[in-house]
């Protein structure tokens, strides 16, 4: 899709479709005032037939309005005007898309960039469009032998803006495609089978990525490589597949040498059965969702690349399947991770932060700023924050609100839940120097309790998505999250 901009008003503008905001009680945004003059009132006609009252999520499109050089006008709900917020204007921006896509329209111009949102720029504004747009225009039918031809997004959409905020305008452009890009990686590669997506694929989807910049290296290490290392911990996840697992690093220098690096850690489990403690059938098919936090990962660096942010990040991915097997890993064994520490698995099916430790400890070698992991990490966070936030468990505060800002600025929210020391004691095992799980009760907290047993020596957050990094039943499909939350972050820490 192409986005350019405009400061042709709404009424001269020629093109297949115009979009527009109306609020509740009939109020029309300025742009659609101008447009109604321009039309001879056609728009407060409408309205006063009763066939939209501005309510939140509703949409009307008119066909060749007299006066105006546009082919259709496509009126948004917008809600009250009082209340509209960016929650609102999310919902406005995403109507608009959906319903435009749907229109057989080819080009399209939208004024939505003039609504009154409170505490957000026009560059905010106009990249909220560009990244919903892209959004909406995304399917996953790259394996289908027939594609759905009534599906037509459009090709082209112009954001109309004040003369002055053009210049702002075409740099949230710029941002809003890299960050949809990087968004869309994500989602794809979470939505290909596991029999595709394997630890291998993984690793060639970082390898090709490393040819978009000269910035960017990419390196990839066997299990021969993990073993001389002593990554035990992550090599007996992988014990019981076929597909060997494969450590990935990608190291983009977008900033100064010398300056410490942000590093991202995605758990990258291509499938993941549980292992020998067997997860039940409903629903597994949703296991290829596993690697998720690798994938994202992988968009966030894509989108650095796109918008050559001036930052350093070390992007590193612990990438396996998790399978039973003769040779797989069973409850009760005990295994020595790289820090040396030992560890007693009660339960393979707590495989992510078996594998996410040793990273978290190969990580140190790249002398981090800060360090983020990402991962789908237990189905506890999906119970106590549903679908809505990630989770965000980290040992300095100052970090985990950096995290939490750049999630409400890009929509893409984590919650803040305690990291305390008496939540440890959950991990306390009779024969290792602890357990992989920490029972029923916190059992998020306790995950993050065991992972902080590994990043003692830096300034560190985890990311529990396993709510957010994709939706279930008839919208089945990965989501991209946290990309966008990331990526914000790195804008933000590039710009201090």
Same mark, same amino acid.
């Given at each position: 899709?192409?986005?350019?901009?405009?400061?042709?008003?709404?009424?001269?503008?020629?093109?297949?479709?115009?979009?527009?905001?109306?609020?509740?009680?009939?109020?029309?945004?300025?742009?659609? @005032?101008?447009?109604?003059?321009?039309?001879?009132?056609?728009?407060?006609?409408?309205?006063?037939?009763?066939?939209?009252?501005?309510?939140?999520?509703?949409?009307?499109?008119?066909?060749?309005?007299?006066?105006?050089?546009?082919?259709?006008?496509?009126?948004?709900?917008?809600?009250? =005007?009082?209340?509209?917020?960016?929650?609102?204007?999310?919902?406005?921006?995403?109507?608009?898309? %959906?319903?435009?896509? @749907? +229109?057989?329209?080819?080009?399209?111009?939208?004024?939505?960039?003039?609504?009154?949102?409170?505490?957000? =720029?026009?560059?905010?504004?106009?990249?909220?469009?560009?990244?919903?747009?892209?959004?909406?225009?995304?399917?996953?039918?790259?394996?289908?032998?027939?594609?759905?031809?009534?599906?037509?997004?459009?090709?082209?959409?112009?954001?109309?803006?004040?003369?002055?905020?053009?210049?702002?305008?075409?740099?949230?452009?710029?941002?809003?495609?890299?960050?949809?890009?990087?968004?869309?990686?994500?989602?794809?590669?979470?939505?290909?089978?596991?029999?595709?997506?394997?630890?291998?694929?993984?690793?060639?989807?970082?390898?090709?990525?490393?040819? +978009?910049?000269?910035?960017?290296?990419?390196?990839?290490?066997?299990?021969?490589?993990?073993?001389?290392?002593?990554?035990? +911990?992550?090599?007996?996840?992988?014990?019981?597949?076929?597909?060997?697992?494969?450590?990935?690093?990608?190291?983009?220098?977008?900033?100064?040498?010398?300056?410490?690096?942000?590093?991202?850690?995605?758990?990258?489990?291509?499938?993941?059965?549980?292992?020998?403690?067997?997860?039940?059938?409903?629903?597994?098919?949703?296991?290829?969702?596993?690697?998720?936090?690798?994938?994202?990962?992988?968009? =966030?660096?894509?989108?650095?690349?796109?918008?050559?942010?001036?930052?350093?990040?070390?992007?590193?991915?612990?990438?396996?399947?998790?399978?039973?097997?003769?040779?797989?890993?069973?409850?009760?064994?005990?295994?020595?991770?790289?820090?040396?520490?030992?560890?007693?698995?009660?339960?393979?099916?707590?495989?992510?932060?078996?594998?996410?430790?040793?990273?978290?400890?190969?990580?140190?070698?790249?002398?981090?700023?800060?360090?983020?992991?990402?991962?789908?990490?237990?189905?506890?966070?999906?119970?106590?924050?549903?679908?809505?936030?990630?989770?965000?468990?980290?040992?300095?505060?100052?970090?985990?609100?950096?995290? %939490?800002?750049?999630?409400?600025? @890009?929509?893409?929210?984590?919650?803040?839940?305690?990291?305390?020391?008496?939540?440890?004691?959950?991990?306390?095992?009779?024969?290792?120097?602890?357990?992989?799980?920490?029972?029923?009760?916190?059992?998020?907290?306790?995950?993050?309790?065991?992972?902080?047993?590994? =990043?003692?020596?830096?300034?560190?957050?985890?990311?529990?998505? @396993?709510?957010?990094?994709?939706?279930?039943?008839?919208?089945?499909?990965?989501?991209?999250?946290?990309?966008?939350?990331?990526?914000?972050?790195?804008?933000?820490?590039?710009?201090?």
């Amino acid at each position: 899709m192409k986005f350019t901009v405009t400061s042709e008003r709404p009424g001269n503008v020629k093109t297949g479709c115009v979009i527009l905001g109306v609020h509740e009680h009939r109020t029309l945004s300025p742009a659609a @005032a101008e447009f109604d003059s321009t039309t001879d009132g056609l728009l407060k006609k409408v309205l006063k037939d009763g066939d939209m009252d501005g309510s939140s999520g509703q949409t009307l499109m008119l066909h060749h309005p007299a006066g105006a050089k546009c082919e259709r006008v496509l009126l948004v709900g917008c809600g009250n =005007t009082s209340d509209f917020n960016l929650r609102s204007y999310l919902q406005t921006a995403r109507s608009g898309a %959906l319903t435009v896509n @749907a +229109s057989g329209a080819d080009y399209a111009v939208s004024y939505l960039a003039d609504l009154e949102v409170p505490g957000r =720029t026009s560059y905010q504004k106009v990249r909220t469009l560009v990244e919903e747009a892209h959004s909406v225009a995304y399917t996953p039918d790259a394996l289908k032998s027939k594609k759905d031809k009534s599906l037509r997004p459009i090709r082209h959409l112009v954001i109309g803006v004040d003369g002055a905020d053009k210049a702002s305008a075409r740099k949230a452009l710029a941002d809003g495609v890299a960050i949809a890009s990087g968004v869309e990686l994500a989602r794809t590669l979470g939505d290909l089978p596991g029999n595709i997506c394997t630890p291998s694929y993984l690793a060639d989807q970082a390898r090709e990525l490393g040819k +978009s910049s000269e910035k960017l290296k990419v390196s990839v290490m066997s299990e021969a490589g993990m073993e001389k290392l002593g990554m035990g +911990s992550l090599l007996s996840v992988s014990r019981g597949s076929r597909q060997p697992a494969k450590l990935i690093t990608l190291k983009y220098d977008g900033g100064k040498a010398g300056v410490k690096p942000v590093a991202l850690v995605g758990k990258g489990v291509t499938f993941d059965s549980g292992g020998i403690s067997i997860k039940p059938g409903a629903a597994l098919d949703e296991m290829k969702y596993d690697m998720c936090g690798a994938a994202s990962v992988l968009g =966030t660096l894509k989108a650095c690349v796109a918008m050559k942010l001036p930052i350093n990040v070390v992007g590193i991915i612990p990438a396996t399947e998790n399978l039973p097997d003769g040779n797989a890993s069973k409850p009760g064994d005990i295994v020595t991770s790289m820090s040396g520490q030992t560890i007693e698995v009660l339960n393979t099916d707590a495989e992510g932060r078996l594998i996410l430790c040793d990273a978290l400890t190969y990580c140190s070698k790249y002398k981090p700023a800060v360090v983020i992991d990402i991962a789908t990490l237990t189905g506890a966070c999906v119970i106590a924050l549903g679908s809505h936030a990630a989770g965000l468990l980290s040992n300095d505060d100052e970090l985990a609100n950096e995290l %939490l800002l750049a999630g409400e600025s @890009a929509d893409d929210r984590a919650w803040h839940m305690p990291l305390w020391d008496e939540y440890q004691q959950q991990l306390k095992s009779n024969f290792a120097d602890m357990a992989n799980i920490g029972g029923r009760e916190a059992g998020t907290i306790t995950a993050a309790c065991f992972l902080s047993r590994f =990043t003692e020596k830096y300034h560190w957050a985890h990311l529990d998505i @396993a709510g957010v990094a994709w939706k279930g039943g008839d919208e089945k499909g990965a989501t991209g999250r946290p990309v966008s939350l990331l990526t914000q972050f790195l804008i933000d820490r590039a710009a201090r």
